[in-house]
């Protein structure tokens, strides 16, 4: 999907780099290596990232290093990008899909790097245990989830309920799974 709005690979791997991995600093041997990239291509990227205002770069200890600028006017809208083509979260969407009758599945906290009251918000019919051990045998870190039925979670909306606003309304949550049709 990605390779369709971004017409280079190697800028695609540069970019998922960064953003998934906030704050870090890489110098351009460094990346090479991580992207297994000819250093060319690699500084070229940098390049015309810099240029666009995507990326920054200090020197340090005789090597110039990269970092985001978390300042550029649409590093949000481009790390939720990243995020959402994520591979990590394509594949638990679709492992947690198969443990039950999913309408709908929010991501937050954890896994878009956000504040969040829960991980993982599950509207559906899922066996909380299968769930769990799933969790704690792929991810390594503690998971907090939520999940409720259908008309619960209807129910919770006609309230306003906070804990599901929060959820849904949060712009750094990702809705892999919608059937529902909410927002």
Known sequence: MLKKLFTSSVRIKILDLFF???GEEYYIREMTRLLDEQINS???ELTNLKKAGVLKSKTKTRKK????DPDFMLH???KSIFLKASAKNTKLSQAISKIGNIKLLVLSG???ETEADADLLIVGDIDKLELSHYLEAQIDYPVRFSVMSEEDFKYRLECNDQFVLSMLKNPKSIQPINKLGIL
Not at 65 to 68: K, T
């Open 65 to 68: 290093y990269y970092y985001l």
């Open 42 to 44: 690699v500084r070229r």
């Open 76 to 78: 949000d809208e481009l």
């Open 20 to 22: 998934h991995n906030p």
């Open 110 to 112: 954890n896994f878009v």
